[in-house]
């Protein structure tokens, strides 16, 4: 049976929110990493260094903070419409098909998306930025500057990497020609 007007449009609400969430959560991300990073080397005095990064990952936490609060509440909307909007019934467990195990891999690693997140944002971030602030004041050695800036790194990387890998697996479940069959 083909969807009202109504249920589609609130489809298209929710997906065009999940994606200017994911827009305003990953986008920055690639900012920071390729354009500020390499960028902010360049500046001379590590006192307006430190200030600008402080200010600036504030900001990204703002920016990231919305993105992700619109992820979560139009993904949450969408995986409760699942069934209703393709018609699955209630017959079908949500593992029998692809679109669920797909799922519960991306939820798996939105876990530990957010581990990556607040362990950057809350530990490794800010302590790069005082390893960096200390080293200018000749209070941190080279070593410790560069063992902050190294996990600092892996984690950027590996949120990336997993931010990226879950809007594949989005878009596995939105295909539906590949995700509504048997698992
Ligand atoms: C609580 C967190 C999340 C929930 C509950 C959720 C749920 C969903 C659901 C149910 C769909 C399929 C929509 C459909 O069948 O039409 C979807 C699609 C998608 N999701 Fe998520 N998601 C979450 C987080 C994320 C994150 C963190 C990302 C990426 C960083 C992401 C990227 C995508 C993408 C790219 C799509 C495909 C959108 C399209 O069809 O164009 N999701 N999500």
């Given at each position: 049976m083909a969807n009202s007007d109504g249920a589609n449009i609130a489809h298209i609400i929710a997906i065009w929110c999940h994606i200017l969430g994911i827009a305003l959560f990953v986008g920055p991300q690639f900012f920071l990493a390729l354009a500020w990073v390499p960028v902010s080397r360049?500046?001379?005095?590590q006192s307006v260094r430190v200030d600008l990064m402080r200010k600036l990952t504030r900001r990204f936490l703002y920016l990231g903070g919305a993105g992700l609060f619109l992820i979560v509440a139009a993904g949450s909307y969408l995986i409760s419409d699942w069934r209703d909007y393709y018609n699955?019934?209630?017959?079908?467990?949500?593992?029998?098909l692809r679109y669920g195990v797909v799922f519960i891999i991306k939820m798996n690693l939105f876990l530990v998306l957010l581990v990556a997140l607040a362990l950057h944002s809350f530990v490794v971030g800010p302590r790069l930025v005082d390893r960096i602030e200390a080293h200018a004041k000749g209070g941190a050695t080279p070593a410790q500057l560069k063992s902050a800036r190294m996990a600092s790194m892996g984690l950027s990387i590996a949120g990336l990497l997993i931010a990226l890998a879950m809007m594949v697996l989005g878009v596995m479940m939105n295909t539906t020609d590949f995700s509504l069959r048997a698992s």
């Open positions: 360049g500046i001379a005095d699955i019934g209630d017959d079908a467990s949500f593992t029998s």
